[in-house]
C-alpha cells in the first residue's frame, strides 16, 4: 500500500468509528483505491493529492460524502478516458438513408454498409470484433475469430463471406461462402451455416432455410430480393433506399416474393405493387401513397 492509500484507509477509518461510514459505501469506496492507471495523464497519486487537499491534512470528519464520492468517480473516468487513449479509442462508420457505404477494416476485411446502418470497432483491432446496428455484408480475411455483435445475437467466421441484418426485433444472417456460427445468447441456441443457408429470428420465431447464394448480399447492386416476406417489410426497405414518405393502408397480412431496384423510384413501386394488385401515387419526389386497387 503506497503513502497515499494509506492515509486515505486512515481517513475511512476514523470516519468509520463515528459511523459516518457504512458498509456499502467504504467498500465501494476501498474498491476504487485498487484501480490501475497506465499511460499519460494524470496519476493515481496526483489524484489522490488533489482529493487530500479536498479533505485537509487533518482528515477531517465532516467532509461530505458527495464530495468524496465525486473525487472517486474522478478518478474513474480518468482511468476511462486514459484507457481509451491507449487503446486509441472506437470507431463508428455510418451509412445515412439513400446511401450505402464500402469500409475497410484494419485487417484487410471488407464490410458494405447498407442504408440507415453502422459499425463500431475498436481502433486498436487487438480482436477482430464488431458491432453491427442495420444491415451489412461481410467478406472476411482469414485468420483468427472475427466476430459480429448485434443487440440479438453475435456471428462468428474465420473468413468467409455473408449478409448479417438486425432491425427492431428482426436478426437475419446468410451465409454466402465458407461457414459461420450465429449464436443467441439470450436463447442459449447456436447453429453453424454453410453456404445457401440462412438463419432468420422474427420476434420469438427462429427459421432456418435455404437460399440462392447468389441472390446473397445481391443489395449491394442496388437489388433487393424477398421470399415471402411481409409487405410492410419491403417497402420499408424501399423507403430507406428512396429517402422517401410512405404511408399505406389494407396492406396487413399481405406477403411479397420479388424484389425491386434502388436506382428508379418509379420502377422499383411499380416492381412491388403490380403482382400484388396496388396502386401508388407519388408526390413531389418526396411522397409516396400506396393503395390496394
Same mark, same amino acid.
Given at each position: ?11 475511512l ?9 457504512d458498509?456499502g459505501l467504504?467498500?465501494? !469506496? ?15 497519486e ?9 479533505? #485537509?491534512?487533518?482528515?477531517?470528519r ?12 474522478? !478518478? ?20 445515412e ?5 464500402d469500409v !475497410?477494416?484494419?485487417d484487410?476485411s471488407?464490410?458494405? !454498409? ?11 483491432w ?6 453491427l ?14 466476430t ?7 456471428v462468428?467466421?474465420?473468413g468467409?463471406s455473408?449478409n448479417v ?12 461462402t ?16 454453410v453456404?445457401?443457408?440462412?438463419l ?21 447492386? #442496388?437489388e ?8 410492410a417489410?419491403?417497402?420499408d ?7 422517401v ?8 397480412g399481405?406477403s ?6 434502388s436506382?428508379?423510384?418509379e ?5 412491388i405493387?403490380?403482382p400484388?394488385?396496388l ?15
Amino acid at each position: 500500500m503506497d503513502d497515499q492509500d494509506k492515509k486515505y484507509h486512515d481517513y475511512l477509518d476514523k470516519n468509520e468509528d463515528d459511523g459516518h461510514l457504512d458498509e456499502g459505501l467504504r467498500s465501494f !469506496l476501498d474498491k476504487s483505491t485498487r484501480a490501475q492507471l497506465s499511460g499519460s495523464g494524470k496519476s493515481r497519486e496526483d489524484i489522490w493529492k488533489e482529493i487530500e487537499e479536498q479533505i #485537509g491534512d487533518d482528515g477531517s470528519r465532516h467532509f461530505p460524502y458527495y464530495r468524496l464520492i465525486a473525487a472517486v468517480v474522478a !478518478l474513474l473516468v480518468v482511468a476511462t478516458v486514459i484507457f481509451l487513449v491507449k487503446t486509441g479509442g472506437t470507431e463508428l462508420i455510418t451509412a445515412e438513408v439513400a446511401q450505402t457505404k464500402d469500409v !475497410l477494416l484494419p485487417d484487410g476485411s471488407q464490410v458494405k !454498409l447498407n442504408a440507415e446502418s453502422a459499425i463500431e470497432y475498436n481502433k486498436s483491432w487487438e480482436t477482430r470484433e464488431l458491432s453491427l446496428r442495420g444491415e451489412a455484408f461481410f467478406m472476411v480475411q482469414p485468420g483468427t475469430d472475427f466476430t459480429v455483435i448485434t443487440s440479438l445475437g453475435s456471428v462468428s467466421v474465420l473468413g468467409t463471406s455473408f449478409n448479417v441484418l438486425q432491425r427492431d426485433d428482426r436478426l437475419e444472417v446468410a451465409c454466402k461462402t465458407g461457414k459461420v456460427q450465429v449464436n443467441l445468447e439470450d436463447r442459449n441456441f447456436s447453429r453453424d451455416l454453410v453456404p445457401g443457408q440462412m438463419l432468420r429470428l422474427v420476434a420469438d420465431s427462429v427459421q432456418s432455410m435455404t437460399f440462392n447464394t447468389e441472390l446473397i448480399g445481391r443489395w449491394q447492386t #442496388g437489388e433487393y430480393y424477398f421470399e415471402d416476406r411481409p409487405v410492410a417489410e419491403v417497402l420499408d426497405e424501399l423507403r430507406r433506399q428512396y429517402d422517401v414518405i410512405l404511408s399505406h393502408s389494407g396492406l396487413e397480412g399481405r406477403s411479397f416474393n420479388g424484389y425491386f431496384i434502388s436506382d428508379d423510384l418509379e420502377a422499383a413501386l411499380t416492381m412491388i405493387c403490380e403482382p400484388l394488385d396496388l396502386t401508388f401515387a407519388i408526390r413531389n419526389d418526396e411522397e409516396v401513397i400506396i393503395r390496394p386497387n
